[in-house]
């Protein structure tokens, strides 16, 4: 009978702005327009949070700078501060430094691969709706420009009188008019695509059949040159270092850590605001170690030494922050793309979850979050409240005093009042996850609610050789804190309370796709 409910609500497509409907007891989101995702109000921490920001713009003189520090591919539990660190053979203090003196935020939520998360958190939109449903690859041609009708935080911040970066991979797109420097970003300095996308052109040993077949390496040198690029707003990328040797490619998150840090010094002495995206290359498979970093990991494995690549990297930039004097003036968000890779084996991460990249099992979804600003954020604070990468998107622009666009639905949240009270509670109500154009599952509250699930008959396989089904007649249901693996579902039999609300929401959610649709830019498969 329950499911028939279901069933209903997607048909009918519940209200947008509910005023048809009765507002669910068990839902705090409220919906401002039909073009935003609801939010739960909170706005006791939220009138809090508005005088410490224009008490800080009144001494600083100007709106705050953002750093946001996205790795790739890191698993939730690779840092110590979620559990890795030491005990798994890489530390990381300077992460974990940055998690105790800030917030740890237990349930941040990525999308289960690299490009659809990047363009999320660069857009506020679900990959679903910009198109950008899974990673680009090499000289994939795209029927579409994926930026043609969308618009970037980085945009929206140099409207506001920001200075805007991107250093380091990219991924959304490598035709000209689809790179960083033509969508809103003042420079660019970086990578076009993963790091694999650069190694299997160069090791040997991984790659033997195309490197050693003389007219397949000439035909993927006509797709693509391998080389980091540099680019001014509007202009042509150039080349800044060619990428033809492993030495090289091993080198090249030093590379971004020394762009990143001198574009903080030209903002800082510009006495400007500064949006800057650290996007590490790292730790991406297929890593080889950088030579400050070969072997000094204590488990002396590629990955490992990445890891403590990336954590030193991280203290180079708190460092500069400090020494350029913005670092009570910036704030600094630390994530991962998605979660551990356990296709790539040991050249993966670590996550105490079920899954793993390309899922939406916790896995394959959940990653690292922090939350770092000195005088703005207390330290040693920690929340399982939820935040979905999204919000980076209404969270940095509102920072910077841009205005949202309105002509389009907007996923994210405002998460700056969850971010800066001292008490903060999140503003999100619930995280919706897709594979590709599926809405595949849903968290809400402390609950796990799947309408599709990967299964993975070779385990660790989930990437090369899963298949996603649809459940049976109830969503396979989890709670997270009795049951974080997502083990033993509990279907109907102790959620029947809770599946009401989450049909509502699910129903709210796929009726926006009615006036504000889904995207295609020829990223399907060819055959579904
Ligand atoms: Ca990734």
């Given amino acids: 009978m329950r499911f028939q409910l279901f069933a209903a609500a997607l048909a009918l497509g519940l209200g947008l702005g509910g ?40 001494r600083t003189g100007r709106k705050p700078n953002i750093l946001i520090l996205l790795v790739d591919d890191m698993g939730w539990g690779d840092p110590g501060a979620f559990g890795g660190g030491t005990a798994i053979g890489a530390p990381t203090p300077a992460i974990d430094r940055i998690a105790r003196e800030g917030l740890k935020l237990t349930s ?81 300095f970086g990578i076009f695509s993963a790091l694999a996308e650069y190694t299997q052109a160069l090791d040997e040993r991984r790659y ?8 397949r390496m000439a035909a993927l040198r006509q797709l693509s040159h391998p080389a980091v690029m540099a680019a001014r707003k509007g202009e042509k990328a150039t080349v800044a270092t060619e990428l033809d040797s492993l030495e090289k490619v091993a080198e090249i998150d030093q590379q971004f850590a020394a762009y990143s840090e001198d574009f903080i010094h030209r903002a800082a002495k510009a006495r400007k605001p500064f949006y800057l995206v650290h996007s ?45 004097g913005v670092a009570d003036n910036t704030l600094v968000f630390f994530t991962s793309d998605n979660g551990a ?30 939350a770092y600003w000195p005088g703005m954020i207390k330290g040693g604070r920690e929340s399982d409240g939820l935040f979905d990468l999204l919000d980076l998107f209404n969270t940095s622009v509102l920072l910077g005093g841009g205005k949202l666009p309105d002509d389009r639905y907007i996923d994210g949240v405002d998460q700056t009042s969850f971010l800066l009270a001292d008490n903060g509670r999140s503003n999100r109500e619930a995280v919706f996850m897709y594979s590709e154009r599926s809405l595949t599952a849903i ?16 385990p660790g396989s989930n990437i090369d050789e899963s298949t996603l089904v649809s459940t049976g007649l109830s969503p396979w249901v989890y709670n997270l804190y009795l049951d974080p693996k997502e083990q033993k579902s ?39």
């Avoid at 170690?289 to 070969?294: G, Q, R, V």
């Avoid at 790539?344 to 899954?355: E, K, L, V, Y």
């Avoid at 649709?517 to 990223?523: A, F, V, Y």
Wanted: glycine share 8%; charged share 25%; with cysteine.
């Fill in 19 to 58: 005023a048809a409907h009765a507002q669910d007891p068990f839902i705090a989101a409220r919906a401002v327009s039909e073009t935003f995702e609801p939010a739960r109000p909170n706005a006791d921490q939220q009138a809090s949070v508005v005088k410490r920001l224009k008490a800080l713009e009144a």
């Fill in 108 to 188: 941040t939520y990525a999308q289960p691969t690299c490009t659809p998360t990047r363009a999320a958190l660069m857009t506020g939109r679900l990959p679903a709706r910009t198109g950008l449903t899974r990673p680009t690859l090499t000289g994939e041609r795209v029927l579409v420009s994926p930026w043609a009708n969308e618009k970037t935080a980085a945009a929206l911040l140099g409207e506001a009188g920001y200075m805007t970066a991107l250093s380091g991979k990219w991924h959304l797109g490598e035709a000209e008019s689809d790179q960083p420097q033509q969508v809103g970003y003042d420079e660019y």
């Fill in 208 to 215: 033997p059949e195309l490197i050693f077949n003389a007219e």
């Fill in 280 to 324: 590490f290359s790292r730790v991406h498979n297929d890593n080889f170690s950088a030579k400050d970093f070969k072997g000094k990991s204590p488990a002396a494995n590629p990955y490992k030494d990445a890891v403590i690549e990336v954590d030193a990297i991280v203290e180079r930039l708190m460092k500069k922050l400090k020494d350029e």
């Fill in 341 to 370: 890779n356990e296709d790539a084996g040991s050249d993966g991460g670590f996550q105490p979850w079920r899954g793993g990249k390309g899922t939406t099992w916790e896995g394959g979804v959940r990653v690292p979050g922090i």
């Fill in 443 to 458: 968290r809400w509250e402390e609950f796990k609610i799947h309408f599709k699930v990967f299964q993975t008959p070779v």
């Fill in 490 to 528: 509990v279907g109907h039999r102790t959620f029947e309370w809770g599946l009401p609300r989450v049909v509502g929401l699910v129903g709210r959610h796929m009726a926006t796709y009615r006036k504000y649709p889904m995207k295609e830019l020829g990223l399907a498969k060819p055959v579904q």
